[in-house]
């Protein structure tokens, strides 16, 4: 089950990385160097401009999958049905359930100062962080569509893309 990727293909993967660049340079990386009154603007540009990145890359993998009538399971997009995945996948809901207990319970103990923004270190995260209750609904989106999007742009599309 392999391809042989054409042109579109490479423009697309060529695009993706760019893409991936230019967002990092002109919305994640200026964070740090904004002045406090402006950053608050400057993460939700940056939220959003991930946002828009992710969806758009992840629409024009799809559309050049219809149009090209590829089997979506190159994309690593078909599960398996065996009962190996589905005892995968229980094993990986119960370590889920778990871990959500242990966020709460963690979460009840904490004695964090909660007007103090928590620190990674980095200006560039530090800056990231968000501040409010919108920009962690904000940010949430982002964290979503950074696990769907990105499975889908650099482990199904990129590897199947450089494999073939």
């Known amino acids: 089950m392999s391809f042989a990727a054409n042109i579109w293909d490479i423009s697309l993967a060529l695009a993706i ?9 002109f919305f994640l990386v200026p964070l740090p160097r904004l002045s406090p009154g402006a950053i608050a603007i400057g993460r939700h540009r ?21 149009f090209e009538n590829r089997d979506w399971g190159l994309l690593l997009l078909a599960a398996p049905m065996s009962w190996r995945f589905l005892l995968g996948m229980a094993v990986a809901g119960a370590l889920l359930l778990l871990l959500g207990f242990q966020h709460v319970h963690t979460l009840r103990r904490a004695r964090n100062d909660p007007t103090q923004p928590v620190s990674f270190g980095s200006p560039v995260l530090d800056a990231m962080v968000p501040r409010s209750r919108g920009e962690n609904h904000l940010f949430a989106l982002v964290a979503v569509a950074a696990g769907i999007c990105e499975e889908l742009l650099f482990r199904g599309f990129l590897m199947t893309t450089i494999a073939s």
């Open 17 to 25: 990385i760019a893409g991936n660049f230019l967002v990092d340079a």
């Open 46 to 66: 940056c939220y959003y401009a991930l946002l828009i990145f992710l969806w758009a890359a992840a629409a024009a993998i799809c559309a050049l999958w219809h």
